[in-house]
């Protein structure tokens, strides 16, 4: 039995598409065509998914809004786990529940409607709420665990509760990007007036304008202790260092952006980028992107 027919016949209410490019759901633009890609509605459709895929063996991965995202090129004969149909926004005195495929603008704009600041950092980043609390999405002055008070996930078929602690948050980085489905958070609410909340995006917002614009993942690499990354690659001599359809932004140094080219383009020049900072500085960058990668596990 094919997965088509597999889905149709365990599971004929879940959302499925067939046949689904990547460079569509991705910021950088490239990538092959996924078989199949399904969208849980709530946590117990996304546990009975991910029970299935795990029972049956089959090849899988997770993507968001694909804003840190490299995905593989070629055909991939797996699935795709999607979060865009996990709405949801529901303010409960100092708490705000929110679904993991709402998008940042989508949070933003809510928590303005109902006077709930401590989100302004966020103003720009293309992410959903799911993706944030797996990279731990952020500026320098506020990251995503900063205001999580919980996480809902499916963890081996079982929709689990994860405190902070057990979120094991770091720079950049979370328990989830170890196989684990994120359904919702429950966030901080922290009440603030309109026109404060409004001044500290514009803020926020302001700084971001400076960035790169085009199709890239945002910065690529993790700033090492001390010194920013974009800085060691510049130093080093490679913005605008190209390989095919990528090349290192003049802009920002951390950023590589694609004008037409492949995942390899990106994956080599990203390759090329690691090896002359270590050979020229020492250091060895940590990557902040994600490979999007279909296993079994999780």
Do not use: W
């Amino acid at each position: 039995m094919g997965v088509y027919a597999l889905f149709a016949d365990a599971m004929p209410s879940v959302a499925v598409c067939t046949d689904l490019a990547l460079s569509r759901h991705t910021t950088i633009g490239c990538g092959g065509r996924v078989a199949l890609s399904v969208s849980p509605s709530d946590a117990e459709e996304a546990a009975e998914v991910l029970s299935l895929l795990h029972r049956r063996r089959i090849p899988h991965a997770f993507l968001g809004a694909g804003a840190n995202t490299l995905p593989p090129d070629g055909d991939v004969d797996g699935v795709l786990v999607r979060s865009d149909l996990l709405g949801g926004l529901v303010l409960d005195g100092e708490t705000l529940y929110a679904g993991a495929g709402v998008t940042g603008g989508a949070l933003l704009r809510f928590a303005l409607a109902h006077g709930v600041g401590g989100f302004e950092a966020f103003i720009g980043i293309p992410m959903t709420v799911g993706g944030a609390c797996v990279m731990n999405a952020g500026v320098r002055e506020r990251h995503f665990s900063d205001v999580v008070l919980r996480v809902l996930a499916v963890q081996g078929g079982r929709i689990v509760g994860f405190s902070p602690e057990a979120c094991a948050f770091g720079e950049k980085t979370s328990v989830f990007q170890e196989g684990i489905f994120v359904v919702g958070a429950l966030l901080r609410a922290e009440r603030a007036p309109r026109a404060s909340i409004l001044k500290k995006r514009e803020e926020f917002l302001a700084r971001r304008a400076s960035l790169p614009k085009g199709r890239s993942m945002g910065c690529v690499f993790v700033n090492p202790d001390g010194v920013g990354a974009g800085e060691l690659i510049d130093r080093c001599g490679l913005k605008g260092r190209r390989v095919g359809g990528a090349y290192v932004s003049e802009r920002h140094a951390n950023f590589i952006l694609n004008d037409g080219g492949t995942s390899e383009d990106v994956a080599a020049l990203i390759g090329i980028v690691k090896d002359e900072v270590l050979r020229k500085t020492g250091i060895n960058l940590r990557e902040e992107i994600r490979r999007l990668s279909f296993t079994v596990g999780g």
